[in-house]
């Protein structure tokens, strides 16, 4: 009986200690908002070259004072690449999309937003407000290459949903789906590594 209990104890432990080493592998970002704070959780084992960028522009307070300046009620919040006057953030090089990562556009996760080039993330994100499949990866074609997925929100969902239910009309240079009321990325800072 002993011997079992032992063993049940060091597989009990055994688990623990894995769970643990696997949750400290995955950095965490606190973005505190206008709007309230939101934590992500960064997927590096899936998506290593997007979540590197992403926390060198965290790093760098590269976001802090940012604006969300689009958003799309049941689709995406997007931010990281404007001022409170508009004005286009400077950048660094862009990034090798990761998207046959296996990882979903489901609601809750960020994603990198790029342009028609599959190669062209920098430093703008977006969180799926629902699960939009359209935007996963499907072939390796200028059409299916789908966005890099590269984390989840862990705490704050409800703050990105206050974001999505934003009034939106034309800002700065947008014509549509710009928050009538700025919503600010006051600061984004690494909570864990």
Request: one cysteine or more; glycine letters at 10%; charged letters at 20%.
């Amino acid at each position: 009986m002993k011997v079992l209990v032992r063993f049940c104890l060091a597989m009990s432990m055994t688990v623990f200690l894995a769970a643990n080493a696997s949750a400290a592998g995955k950095p965490k970002v606190l973005f505190k908002t206008t709007k309230g704070d939101i934590t992500i959780e960064l997927l590096p084992e899936k998506a290593p070259k997007s979540v590197a960028n992403f926390l060198q522009y965290v790093r760098e307070g590269h976001y802090n004072g940012t604006i969300f300046h689009r958003v799309i009620a049941s689709f995406v919040v997007q931010g990281g690449g404007f001022t409170k006057d508009y004005q286009r953030v400077p950048t660094r090089a862009p990034i090798p999309i990761e998207a046959d990562n296996g990882l979903s556009n489901e609601r809750g996760t960020i994603a990198m937003a790029r342009t028609q080039n599959p190669n062209s993330a920098t430093d703008q994100f977006f969180f799926n407000l629902k699960f939009n499949g359209f935007l996963n990866h499907r072939s390796k074609t200028e059409r299916g290459w789908g966005y890099t997925v590269f984390g989840r929100v862990v705490g704050g969902m409800n703050i990105v949903g206050r974001i999505a239910r934003a009034p939106t009309g034309a800002g700065g240079p947008f014509s549509k789906d710009v928050p009538k009321d700025m919503i600010v990325l006051e600061k984004a800072m690494i909570i864990s590594e």
